[in-house]
């Protein structure tokens, strides 16, 4: 049965489906570790979809969070000193 929840970042109400865990809408966005640390170090609960989503696609911008912007040897990485 799902479960209803205020998401902590936005305060958009949501269903959790913490008992089918497949069922629910935090299975279909895939975080990386880094950014699973981050939600965990900074939220005590679950975030909707949409919050989860722009985590996802924002999360190494180094406006948004610095502290977990990748290692300079990764291409992929963008350097905050240099803007």
């Not at 799902?2 to 958009?12: D, L, N």
């Not at 895939?30 to 924002?58: F, G, I, P, W």
Request: positive net charge; proline residues 4%.
């Amino acid at each position: 049965m799902p479960m209803k929840k205020v998401c902590p970042r936005c305060g958009a109400t949501f269903d959790c489906m913490h008992n089918d865990i497949l069922s629910c809408h935090c299975a279909t966005v895939r975080l990386d570790a880094l950014q699973r640390t981050y939600l965990m170090e900074n939220y005590s609960d679950c975030l909707c979809h949409d919050c989860l989503k722009a985590v996802k696609d924002s999360f190494y911008a180094c406006e948004i969070n610095p502290r977990y912007n990748k290692k300079k040897n990764d291409k992929e990485s963008i350097d905050c000193k240099q803007r």
